[in-house]
T-cell receptor, first 112, second 112 residues
Framework: NAGVTQTPKFRVLKTGQSMTLLCAQDMNHEYMYWYRQDPGMGLRLIHYSVGEGTTAKGEVPDGYNVSRLKKQNFLLGLESAAPSQTSVYFC???????????FGPGTRLTVT | GQSLEQPSEVTAVEGAIVQINCTYQTSGFYGLSWYQQHDGGAPTFLSYNALDGLEETGRFSSFLSRSDSYGYLLLQELQMKDSASYFCAPCRISGGYNKLIFGAGTRLAVHP
């Protein structure tokens, strides 16, 4: 099992560009999450999904959109990137909260 | 409102015992999780306390007191590889779903 994978691992964007981050899990988990982590800070929840075809806003959803068309995939989109979105993005999944969340390796995004 | 407090840094020597405290205030509290994150890595699950008391997993133990809104992580027989950030993460029910709240974390430095 690969667990939770994220692509890409690194990306540099110019302000105003768009991109999609892909998260995939092979554990048949229902719940998936997107977090961002800024230097010296904890994780902040952007969006989450409680099952295929469902999405919901987390703590810091502005500027992001998500889709969960397939159970194993959770996509995070930035329509018009801003320097404030420079961060490390982590995807996580769990069979059911509040149990263990499995995290992907992260995507390091820089917006110039 | 919500609040989450844990020390920003802790230093200890190899072989010692260290306790990382966590106090929280949140509505819809469900339980308390702990995660470890090495520099440049992804968070990994350490423990979850649903009920008051002590949970032991090898060298790590976690404690919860719901009445005091307090928990701690106890690390015994410290090893150099334990140098990492440790996050307490209260689980709360919001919008009908459980979500984790991550604080800024405690950076543990283990010295020889």
């Amino acid at each position: 099992n690969a667990g939770v994978t994220q692509t890409p691992k690194f990306r540099v964007l110019k302000t105003g560009q768009s991109m999609t981050l892909l998260c995939a899990q092979d554990m048949n988990h229902e719940y998936m999450y997107w977090y961002r982590q800024d230097p010296g800070m904890g994780l902040r929840l952007i969006h989450y999904s409680v099952g295929e075809g469902t999405t919901a806003k987390g703590e810091v959803p502005d500027g992001y959109n998500v889709s969960r068309l397939k159970k194993q995939n959770f996509l995070l989109g930035l329509e018009s990137a801003a320097p404030s979105q420079t961060s490390v993005y982590f995807c996580a999944s769990t069979i059911a909260p509040p149990y263990e969340q499995y995290f992907g390796p992260g995507t390091r995004l820089t917006v110039t | 409102g919500q609040s989450l407090e844990q020390p920003s840094e802790v230093t200890a020597v190899e072989g010692a015992i260290v306790q990382i405290n966590c106090t929280y205030q949140t509505s819809g509290f469900y339980g308390l999780s702990w995660y470890q994150q090495h520099d440049g890595g992804a968070p990994t699950f350490l423990s979850y306390n649903a009920l008051d008391g002590l949970e032991e997993t090898g060298r790590f133990s976690s404690f919860l007191s719901r009445s005091d809104s307090y928990g701690y992580l106890l690390l015994q027989e410290l090893q150099m590889k334990d140098s990492a950030s440790y996050f307490c993460a209260p689980c709360r029910i919001s919008g009908g779903y459980n979500k984790l709240i991550f604080g800024a974390g405690t950076r543990l430095a283990v010295h020889p």
